[in-house]
């Protein structure tokens, strides 16, 4: 059962689960938490969400997941109408520029594999939104909270937190802690877990400001403008609808160089000098200096503690992959935590967090390192192509193409096909949520009626849901008398291509193992 929110005897408050860090890999555990039944906590040492635009490439796998909590529309809210291409030129206004492709699907690439397409969204915008859903579902978000000492023993963790405007201490009991705090993870280094490759690619400098330039860029601007004249180059970014922009470029503090010394009059040159354009009348908002790094843990959980995001994985802008990563790592994880809680799975879907992400970290991770520019068939494959693989996903299927197709193979994410229910047109990935989906072949009777101490939510293809293009049994590789099973991240979980002999046998071993848990009571008839 899920651990109630509250006081103990000792004056602990106790949580289900502690989640520290409010970004998206934080922010997107506890709404996975939280729609599956649990109470998360969630802590942040800043007073906000964040306030600098940061990542702004929504993945389409990214969005497809805000899709089916719901909240795409509010993201597109705040997006940005960007050609997905970087442009290269000696200055923003020189008109001569090479175009490269940024791995990022056009809306026809999608229109038959997705039921949504990426969205350019500043993070700014995008956190809040996370926030208010999360808030709205019953979880606890608290600011300007840090993290003093963590201990764990084989049953719980205690957490010591502390108000940073206060000075007060205060302790929480959890079941589990997430540790989503960032590149300097203090739950992290609590944990004695080492961070894996170069710590130390490059220094980068960034401002934001504010400036007119739609007579430069015309309506439609690019994702992403390389500089590359001498004077200033870098890379020039666009963050809102407005006239919001980044301007980053390399610096060199082992030189002797200092923030201090990029005062507003030096940037505003800088940024003149960038966009080719002398008499720019700009504000600059904000100075900020981060490090490339390329990192990977060595390891995503120690007993009751995860890391996810940056907290797991550090990676460089490259590609746009950081902030997706992480986003996904928390989707994957939240339901896992808060079915182990309602004791619907077991410590080996704990296990699989792990098993599932981290080699999607270490991939992303190496190929930030690289070149800017990627087709975007590789963006396709990055992306929608992840395919899991452990010890609850029975039977691998195979090894990969390296080139992206849909697929139902085990370990892959369920494909997108336009369905009809009741006679509204949807997609399949709209039959997933907070359950198993157990889904049958148009003659899929030996199926039929099975029910388990799960949530288990059975459809059939012709009777709960419409085929018009004929193409589900060949898109999910079964017979008309086979079968899929879902999980709530939308990955498949198992698959019998044709009816077995024993079909409820079966259908009990595939949901255990993919649960994790050997006692699971037999799924059995409804009748």
């Known amino acids: 059962m899920s651990a109630k929110r509250g006081s103990t005897t000792s004056s602990v408050e106790q949580v289900d689960v502690l989640v520290v860090g409010a970004g998206p890999a934080g922010l997107a555990t506890a709404i996975s938490l939280a729609r599956h039944g649990s109470s998360p906590l969630v802590v942040e040492r800043h007073p906000g969400t964040s306030i600098f635009p940061r990542a702004t490439l929504v993945s389409t796998r990214t969005m497809e997941c805000l899709r089916t909590w719901g909240l795409d529309e509010d993201v597109r809210a705040g997006g940005m109408d960007l050609q997905p291409l970087m442009s290269v030129s000696a200055t923003l206004a020189d008109p001569r520029h090479t175009l490269v492709s940024m791995g990022v699907p056009s809306a026809d690439e999608l229109r038959s594999i997705s039921p949504t397409t990426p969205c350019l969204c500043p993070q700014d915008h995008l956190e809040p939104v996370l926030a208010e859903h999360l808030l709205g579902l019953g979880g606890e978000l608290v600011f300007e909270t840090e993290v003093v000492s963590i201990d764990q023993d084989a049953t719980e963790v205690t957490v010591s937190l502390r108000d940073r405007r206060t ?26 877990v080492r961070m894996e490759g170069p710590d130390h690619l490059a220094n980068l400098v960034s401002a934001l400001f504010r400036a007119d330039l739609r007579d430069t860029v015309g309506e439609r601007p ?10 200033a ?26 923030l201090t010394d990029y005062t507003v009059e030096r940037c505003t040159e800088l940024i003149r000098a960038a966009t080719g354009l002398p008499d720019l009348e700009l504000s600059v908002v904000a100075v900020q200096a981060f490090e490339f790094a390329a990192q990977v843990a060595e390891r995503s959980r120690e007993g009751r503690v995860f890391l996810v995001g940056d907290a797991a994985h550090r990676m460089t802008p490259v590609g746009g992959m950081g902030m997706n990563t992480a986003f996904l790592d928390g989707h994957n994880l939240g339901w896992k935590l808060a079915w182990v809680l309602r004791g619907w799975a ?17 991939r992303n991770t190496l190929r930030s390192m690289g070149d800017t520019g990627r087709s975007n068939a590789d963006g396709l494959t990055d992306d929608l192509g992840v395919r899991y693989r452990s010890e609850v996903i029975p039977d691998g299927g195979g ?42 072949g148009a003659a899929g009777d030996p199926w039929e009626g099975a029910i388990a101490d799960c949530p288990l939510v059975v459809l059939r293809c012709g009777t709960d849901f419409q085929d018009p293009a004929g193409t589900f049994h060949n898109l999910y590789g079964i017979d008309p008398d086979g079968a899929v099973l879902v999980r709530p991240d939308g990955h498949v979980a198992w698959r019998s291509r044709t009816a077995a002999t024993d079909p409820l ?19 059995r008839s409804a009748a």
């Open 399 to 440: 090894p990969d193409s390296g080139e992206f197709r849909q697929s139902a193979r085990p370990g892959d994410r369920a494909p997108h096909l336009q369905i009809c229910v009741e006679g509204r047109a949807m997609s399949t990935q709209d039959l997933f949520g907070e359950h198993l989906t157990l889904l049958l």
């Open 167 to 192: 000075g007060a201490v205060r302790a929480v009991r959890a079941a589990y802690v997430v540790g989503a705090d960032g590149a300097r993870s203090t739950i992290r280094a609590s944990l004695g």
């Open 222 to 231: 690019y994702g992403l403008y390389r500089i590359e004249t001498p004077q």
């Open 233 to 258: 180059a870098g890379v020039l970014l666009p963050t809102s609808a407005g006239d919001r922009w980044v301007y980053g470029r390399e610096w060199h503090p082992e030189l002797g160089e200092q």
């Open 505 to 523: 046998t079966t259908l009990y071993s595939a949901i255990t193992t993919s649960l994790g848990v050997p006692n699971l009571r037999q799924p």
């Open 346 to 362: 077991g410590e080996a879907l704990l296990d699989s967090y792990e098993a599932e992400r981290r080699p999607v970290g270490v």
